[in-house]
Structures are given as C-alpha cells and as structure tokens.
C-alpha cells in the first residue's frame, strides 16, 4: 500500500504586516513552503512585482514540477521554476538588481519509500521519527554573515560568500540543502514544513525541536499562538523582526489514500 501525507496547515499574517507573504500548498505526497522577504522600505528593486506575486508564481511552477510525471530532482524542479518566473518579468525589470523580490523554500516530497527534502535559506523541514529522535532539515547560512546592513545584505545575497535564496538566479537551487530519508530503514512518525515565523520558539528562544513538535501536535495554529507570545514576551536584543508571517504544516504519514 502507498504512503501518503496527510497536513494540517495554519498560515497567519504578522502583526505588522498588512499582506501575507508566505505561501503554503499541500498534496498527497508533496508539501511547498514559501517565505517572501519584505522588501526595504523606500529601496529600490528594479521590479515593478510584489514579493506575493514572486511567492505565487514560484509555487505554482513548483507545483508543476512535482505533479509532473517522473523522478526530476527537486533541486532541478526548483531551477526550473525560477527559471520560469524570471522569464515571465524579465522583459519588464532588471534582474540585475540584488534586492529583487526573493524567498526561502522548503519542500517535502514522498517518492516510493523515500521522503525527499529541499531547504533554501531560513524555511526548515523537520522529521520526527517513530522513536521519538529529531531531524532537522535547516540552511543557516543566513546566520553567519558578517554584515547585515542594507548594503552588506545584498552584497552577498546569491553568492558563495553570503547565502541563497530563490530570486532572480535559478542555479541558487543547486546550493539548497538536500536529500532523502529512507523510510524503510528510518521510520518516521511526523514532519514539520515551516517558515521562521513559525520556528523562532527554537531559532530564537532555546526551545528543543521535541518541545516545539509538542505543542505542534496540538494544531499549527497552536504553534503560531505560542510562538507570537514568545516573540512578544522577549526581552533579550535578537537579530531581524520581533514578529514575521507564519507557516506552520504538520505532515503525518499514512498508508493508502485520504478521504
């Protein structure tokens, strides 16, 4: 009998956010999670788009690449999907320009007996397995920078000095954090798919992903609860926004298809 995902899904706009700029799409076997990066106020990008008609279009193309009959990489899916949103603006903005709309992606797919895992940038994928032990799926480039000024940030966007993110370059795709989980021989109880919003009560406040996974049990949108009153109660200095939109996904495995 085949393994299929079965989701609870839960995302929610930051406070200080008038548009969501997340984007979340589940199937049977596969899960797309999308983080928009808010532009700078007042910077120029040299695109005439918003950060959710990026996410929106590069979903979709995801979406395309993973129903499509096959076994293409996802590394190659998502190169191709940039591929295509890059064509569909290029005659109208300047791809040159490093503060154009991006996004960090985390996908999980299930192919046979193996569950396929893609990170780029601050999004995680992480497997909870029957015997309770954790592993998370993460890309922390992004925390290692030396400069995060304006400047110094797209300085090193898309390059081997700084980080990756899905933009305006689709060989960014081949520096995302990947692989596979053997199901047969490591079986696995739950995965998590979420943005940093939805993953700050670890990233940021000391929490273990077992605690985080405890609470995510009750519903995402129990995580997202939690983790707002985190991010609000906090009182040590911390890099980035106090709030983000949030994603949170619980993906549980199940054997045949779903009602």
């Known amino acids: 009998m085949s393994i299929r995902l079965s989701s609870e899904v839960y995302t929610e706009t930051s406070p200080t956010h008038q548009v969501n700029e997340d984007f979340v799409l589940v199937g049977q076997e596969f899960v797309i999670v999308l983080d928009g990066a808010t532009p700078v106020a007042g910077l120029e990008n040299g695109c005439i788009h918003d950060v959710p008609w990026l996410v929106r ?3 979709l193309h995801l979406a395309e690449g993973l129903i499509a009959p096959g076994d293409a990489s996802l590394v190659s899916i ?8 890059c064509e569909a603006h290029a005659d109208t903005c300047d791809l040159d320009d490093p503060n154009s709309p991006s996004s960090t992606v ?19 994928v992480v497997f909870r397995m029957t015997d309770g032990s954790i592993l ?24 081997a000095e700084g980080f990756w993110v899905a933009s305006t370059k689709p060989e960014a795709a081949r520096q995302a954090v990947t692989g596979s989980v053997d199901l047969g021989s490591h079986p696995v109880h739950s995965v998590a798919v979420l943005t940093d919003g939805a993953a700050t009560l670890v990233e940021r406040h000391g929490r273990t992903w077992t605690e985080l996974f405890a609470i995510l049990d009750l519903g ?8 707002r009153e985190a991010d609000e109660a906090a009182t040590a200095e911390f890099r980035g926004k106090r709030h983000d939109d949030a994603t949170a996904v619980l993906c549980h495995l199940v054997d045949g298809d779903i009602p």
């Open 106 to 124: 985390a996908l999980l797919r299930l192919r046979g007996e193996r569950a396929d895992y893609l990170v780029l940038a601050d999004s995680s």
């Open 78 to 85: 998502l190169e191709g999907a940039i591929r295509r949103v």
């Open 136 to 159: 998370p799926i993460t890309d922390d480039r992004l925390d290692h920078l030396d400069d995060y000024s304006v400047a110094g940030f797209g300085a090193v966007r898309n390059t």
């Open 57 to 59: 279009h590069l979903g």
């Open 220 to 227: 995402p949108e129990a995580l997202v609860r939690r983790t």
